[in-house]
Antibody
Framework: QVQLQESGPGLVKPSETLSLTCTVSGGSVSSGAYYWTWIRQPAGKGLEWIGRIYSSGSSKYNPSLQSRVSISLDSSKNQFSLKLTSVTAADTAIYSC????????????????WGQGIPVTVSS | DIQMTQSPSSLSASVGDRVTITCRTGQSISTYLNWYQQKAGKAPKVLIYGASTLESGVSSRFSGSGSGTDFILTITSLQPEDFATYFCQQTSSTPYTFGQGTKVEIK
């Protein structure tokens, strides 16, 4: 059974870059069957899909964050990472990594595994 | 982005009750709607995908229905382990969006 675990600093200063890593065990980020995804949830608010990366390295981002976000893959470490630049207090949230998979041949997708989430606070 | 309206935001129910949670989308998404359960301090898990398909290993107390813009998650005979937060997600088009969540509490 695949497991995902987020790691990174819990406190980031405004205007700096938030960097998080997701370590995958029980599965390979090189597998062509999955997308590797980041999702966040600010306190008291709903979940926000940040973006995802495929094993080929192709990525897709939420347009609301596109100018500040990048997701990368490190197959040698079986990890994928999130970088969010120029952070503000509005980026304070619990950040979760997850795995998306297709459930049918028509493009239906579900999140079949989630990490526990890591709280990140943006504050000076 | 596709807007998601989930209701209610919270509800109180007793063991054995039938519970329904609704999710409405701002445009038609066919059946590209998933439901998740999240317990405090735990990672979410998928219950229903494709609007009505039960995830393997999930109790048959859970069922999903709907298509287009209106969807329902039903829990028949609520059990103690079902007290949690439930949320919907559309995967019709990126950016995927989520409902605000429904917290199911013990009455």
């Amino acid at each position: 059974q695949v497991q995902l675990q987020e790691s990174g600093p819990g406190l980031v200063k405004p205007s700096e870059t938030l960097s998080l890593t997701c370590t995958v065990s029980g599965g390979s980020v090189s597998s062509g069957a999955y997308y590797w995804t980041w999702i966040r949830q600010p306190a008291g608010k709903g979940l926000e899909w940040i973006g995802r990366i495929y094993s080929s390295g192709s990525s897709k981002y939420n347009p609301s964050l596109q100018s500040r976000v990048s997701i990368s893959l490190d197959s040698s470490k079986n990890q994928f990472s999130l970088k969010l630049t120029s952070v503000t207090a509005a980026d304070t949230a619990i950040y979760s990594c997850a795995r998306e998979c297709y459930y049918d041949r028509y493009g239906g997708i579900k999140v079949d595994s989630w990490g526990q989430g890591i709280p990140v606070t943006v504050s000076s | 982005d596709i807007q998601m309206t989930q209701s209610p935001s919270s509800l109180s129910a007793s063991v054995g009750d039938r519970v329904t949670i609704t999710c409405r989308t701002g445009q038609s998404i066919s059946t590209y709607l998933n439901w998740y359960q999240q317990k405090a301090g735990k990672a979410p898990k998928v219950l229903i995908y494709g609007a009505s398909t039960l995830e393997s290993g999930v109790s048959s107390r859970f069922s999903g229905s709907g298509s287009g813009t209106d969807f329902i998650l039903t829990i028949t005979s609520l059990q103690p382990e079902d007290f949690a937060t439930y949320f919907c997600q559309q995967t019709s088009s990126t950016p995927y969006t989520f409902g605000q969540g429904t917290k199911v509490e013990i009455k």
